[in-house]
């Protein structure tokens, strides 16, 4: 049997439902991220596109303006390992939130903003966010030391919990 309780052989399958199977797979894949739910065997996992939806919103950026978000994409993380991550495509940034967004990663040309949406209620002994609005702040990162700062990772510990 080809398909039973969830589990499908895909070396008995033809060429043309191969085919057909990957493109749905992908398709789902791509859509609903259910992959993770489906054990596969025999299927070769390297044909499908199953790319972070945050790495293939970098990768229009130039490779150094990927490696600070990606290094502030695992700071955020670190930090509120249970926050919701999601790219916004329109606003061109990455999002955090858990009841409600605290940051978001906002890649530019030569370096990466990150946005704090309650930054001017932040405690900000240092001065490092910037910002005029009513209420959102930001940090400017332009190299990998300013990703290291401590005042940074207090200032997404205090934004993350107050979106709690």
């Given at each position: 049997?080809?398909?039973?309780?969830?589990?499908?052989?895909?070396?008995?399958?033809?060429?043309?439902?191969?085919?057909?199977?990957?493109?749905?797979?992908?398709?789902?894949?791509?859509?609903?991220?259910?992959?993770?739910?489906?054990?596969?065997?025999?299927f070769?996992?390297?044909?499908?596109?199953?790319?972070?939806?945050?790495?293939?919103?970098?990768?229009?950026?130039?490779?150094?303006?990927?490696?600070?978000?990606?290094?502030?994409?695992?700071?955020?993380?670190?930090?509120?390992?249970?926050a919701?991550?999601?790219?916004?495509?329109?606003?061109?940034?990455?999002?955090?939130?858990?009841?409600?967004?605290?940051?978001?990663?906002?890649?530019?040309?030569s370096?990466?903003?990150?946005?704090?949406?309650?930054?001017?209620?932040?405690?900000?002994?240092?001065?490092?966010?910037?910002?005029?609005?009513?209420?959102?702040?930001?940090?400017?990162?332009?190299?990998?030391?300013?990703?290291?700062?401590?005042?940074?990772?207090?200032?997404i510990?205090?934004?993350?919990?107050?979106?709690?």
């Amino acid at each position: 049997m080809v398909c039973q309780r969830g589990v499908v052989d895909y070396s008995a399958l033809s060429d043309l439902e191969q085919g057909r199977f990957n493109m749905v797979i992908s398709n789902l894949f791509m859509k609903y991220q259910l992959m993770a739910q489906l054990e596969v065997r025999g299927f070769p996992m390297g044909d499908l596109d199953m790319a972070d939806p945050v790495e293939q919103f970098l990768s229009s950026y130039d490779p150094e303006v990927q490696d600070l978000a990606r290094r502030l994409r695992a700071l955020v993380r670190r930090l509120a390992p249970d926050a919701e991550e999601k790219v916004l495509r329109p606003w061109k940034t990455i999002a955090y939130g858990r009841t409600r967004k605290f940051c978001a990663i906002s890649p530019h040309k030569s370096w990466v903003n990150l946005q704090f949406h309650s930054g001017s209620s932040l405690p900000d002994p240092s001065g490092l966010l910037e910002g005029t609005g009513k209420s959102m702040r930001h940090v400017k990162v332009a190299g990998p030391r300013d990703v290291k700062r401590q005042v940074l990772a207090r200032i997404i510990r205090a934004a993350a919990e107050q979106a709690s």
